[in-house]
């Protein structure tokens, strides 16, 4: 169960600033959902009726500073989205979940093919599609524009949309705290 605790209590009965900063110590893997966190949620399709993935390039880049500082990333999809396997494949070693695998069980290998924790998982999703998982994982999150049912209830709503740079933020928010985003403010000022 999550350390946070937030499912099944009022939000305003726990301090998340010091949940989340406790957590984001023990975080070593990010696990996405795929449809409203590293895209917009937005389903496009040409003409022969081949979905045109689209993601944003900030948040593959921080992917990719992740995956070269020891994180482990996963991306899961609950439906085929295979499209979206080069782009992701090319940030790196990126486990991939795209061919509409059990949500729940995609977490459960990704876990133990990688000897993790709930509590060393943080995991962005926008919907309740994914409340499984985010009842686990040790630092919930989800974008700003993710349904209010998890906004009220998991440990950290990003200021970015899905799409528009909420893994980005993420990334950028744990590796700083753990001291290994070389280029965070605090950092730079030394």
Same mark, same amino acid.
């Given at each position: 169960? /999550? ?13 998340? /600033? ?5 957590? %984001?110590?023990?975080?070593? !893997? &990010?696990?996405? /959902? $795929?449809?409203? *966190?590293?895209?917009? @949620? =937005?389903? =496009? ?8 993935? /689209? $993601? ?12 070269? $500082?020891?994180?482990?990333? !996963? ?12 782009? %992701?494949?090319? !940030?790196?070693? *990126?486990?991939?979940? &795209?061919?509409?695998?059990?949500? %729940? ?7 133990? #093919? ?24 040790? &630092? ?9 049912? %998890?906004?009220?209830?998991? @440990? ?8 528009? @740079?909420?893994? #980005? ?20 000022? @030394?």
């Amino acid at each position: 169960m /999550s350390s946070f605790q937030f499912f099944g209590m009022q939000p305003y009965q726990a301090d998340p /600033s010091s949940q989340i900063t406790a957590a %984001l110590g023990g975080i070593k !893997a &990010l696990v996405c /959902s $795929l449809d409203g *966190v590293l895209n917009s @949620g =937005t389903l =496009t399709f040409d003409a022969e009726g081949r979905e045109m993935p /689209s $993601l944003f390039a900030r948040d593959l880049v921080a992917i990719r500073e992740a995956l070269q $500082l020891g994180m482990k990333v !996963a991306v899961i999809a609950g439906r085929q989205a295979s499209a979206y396997r080069p782009m %992701l494949e090319a !940030a790196g070693a *990126v486990d991939l979940f &795209l061919d509409g695998e059990d949500r %729940l069980e995609a977490y459960e290998l990704f876990k133990s #093919r990688h000897g993790l924790q709930d509590d060393e998982c943080a995991c962005i999703a926008d919907d309740i599609d994914d409340l499984e998982i985010m009842k686990l994982a040790g &630092l919930p999150i989800t974008p700003i524009n993710g349904v209010e049912y %998890l906004r009220a209830r998991v @440990g950290y709503v990003s200021v970015y949309e899905g799409g528009k @740079g909420c893994v #980005r933020e993420v990334v950028e928010m744990i590796l700083e705290h753990q001291g290994r985003w070389a280029y965070s403010e605090k950092q730079a000022q @030394g």
